[in-house]
């Protein structure tokens, strides 16, 4: 039963994270119909497999309910799920740490280039020019993949007080200000 390897089911309405056999169904719908709104809807959660790196270094294997009765293992997982899962609003990280930390440095670096261009009141010179493109450097795989080199993606500008200018200025183009 130590060895068995183990998922978390994760509540995110309850904020609670319960242990059950990797294999198996009745498991799961026992405890999922605990996990339900007074209405009878039930409640938004993750069903998550744990890998976690051996011990001997011979890579991931799953997780068992040995390795779940270690506190610090224990401490860690559920630390881990606050920090980068969504929660109840009010409560843990909402949409993870690492999404809050990535917004927060596109911020500060549009409202640096902001008052690098002395504050403009309408349109930027620079506004959403190519060098101030957002893209991961997944050039190469892209042209492995046999990939087009032109792709969507995000500009600085977006984070910057001049886009809410051209989007009052594009919205009132398209009579939508109304």
């Known amino acids: 039963m130590h060895n068995e390897p183990i998922r978390i089911l994760q509540c995110v309405d309850c904020h609670t994270i319960e242990v059950l056999p990797l294999y198996g169904d009745d498991a799961l719908e026992y405890l999922t119909d605990k996990h339900r709104f007074p209405d009878g809807s039930r409640h938004f959660g993750n069903l998550i497999p744990l890998n976690i790196n051996a011990a001997d270094g011979s890579g991931e294997r799953r997780a068992t309910m040995a390795d779940w009765n270690d506190p610090d ?17 009010g409560h843990g990280a ?30 930027c010179h620079d506004y959403k020019d190519d060098r101030f493109r957002l893209l991961p450097d997944t050039a190469a795989e892209r042209a492995a993949e046999g990939m087009s080199r032109n792709r969507p993606g995000r500009h600085l500008c977006d984070f910057c007080p001049v886009q809410t200018y051209m989007t009052t200025r594009n919205n009132q183009a398209q009579n939508l200000d109304r």
């Open 73 to 89: 293992f224990r401490a860690f997982i559920k630390k881990h799920f606050d920090e980068q899962t969504v929660t109840r609003p």
């Open 94 to 123: 909402g949409l993870g740490t690492t999404f809050y930390d990535t917004r927060n440095t596109f911020q500060h670096d549009a409202l640096v280039c902001f008052s690098k261009h002395l504050r403009p009141k309408g349109r």
